[in-house]
Every structure is written in structure tokens, then in C-alpha cells.
């Protein structure tokens, strides 16, 4: 069974940093997508950034200009969002999704991913 667990959302002041992290538990595929995603109050869920373990692969949302970063520490099974310069409409809860699909075509879509993270919640004042 895949389990994902969030952590590190927390409120701070635009401009400000913080770092993602999601601990990946029951994983057997040889290959894996993970992807952070968004949801901000009243609107649907958005793909922020995903990475393909097993490769160095790398996917952004173009709105996201550089600010964020995706990692994994593989030794830990651990996958990391960076977030800084930090915007009000960063505002949401984000949440990290497995899969054993390619990430290439598939990472946008979060009716692709089967598992999920519980969330975790950042908050950015303006």
C-alpha cells in the first residue's frame, strides 16, 4: 500500500520561503511520477511540479517562473518542494500524488495519479 505523507506548509509573509516535504512509503514500481499539486480555496486542483524517480526529469507549471523547486532525496524516499519568493496567491493546500505512470504526458492531469498525500497547508499575507 502507497503511502504519502506531507509536511512543512505553514503561514508566512510574501517574499517568504518554505520547503515541501513528502515521505513515500509501499512503492514498488521501478519508476515513479511524483507530482506536488494546488488547490487553492474555491478552485480546482493545479499541477505545481513533478519529477520522474529513477531520472533527473523535471516538470514546472510556467507560472511558477522559476520560484519553486522539486528535489527527492532518494536514500530518504523523501520528494521536496522549495518554494520561495512566496505570492498571496500561493495561498492553498498542496498535496503530493504518486504514480506509476510516465510523468512526460501525464503529470498535469491529477485524475491520472491513484494515491495521494493528506495536504498540507501554506498561507502567504500579503
Known amino acids: 500500500q502507497v503511502q504519502l505523507v506531507e509536511s512543512g506548509g505553514a503561514s508566512v509573509q510574501a517574499g517568504g520561503s518554505l520547503r515541501l516535504s513528502c515521505v513515500a512509503s509501499?512503492?514498488?514500481?521501478?519508476?515513479?511520477?511524483v507530482v506536488w499539486f494546488r488547490q487553492p480555496p474555491g478552485k480546482e486542483r493545479e499541477a505545481v511540479a513533478g519529477?520522474?524517480?529513477?531520472?533527473?526529469?523535471?516538470y514546472y507549471h510556467d507560472s511558477m517562473n522559476g520560484r519553486f523547486t522539486i528535489s527527492q532525496d532518494t536514500a530518504k524516499n523523501t520528494y521536496y518542494l522549495q518554494m520561495d519568493s512566496l505570492k498571496p496567491e500561493d495561498t492553498a493546500m498542496y498535496y503530493c500524488?504518486?504514480?506509476?505512470?510516465?510523468?512526460?504526458?501525464?503529470?498535469?492531469?491529477?485524475?491520472?495519479?491513484?494515491?495521494w498525500g493528506q495536504g498540507t497547508q501554506v498561507t502567504v499575507s500579503s
Open positions: 500524488a504518486a504514480s506509476g505512470l510516465s510523468c512526460l504526458n501525464n503529470w498535469r492531469i491529477p485524475q491520472r495519479f491513484d494515491y
Open positions: 509501499g512503492t514498488t514500481w521501478r519508476r515513479v511520477c
Open positions: 519529477i520522474r524517480t529513477g531520472g533527473l526529469d523535471t
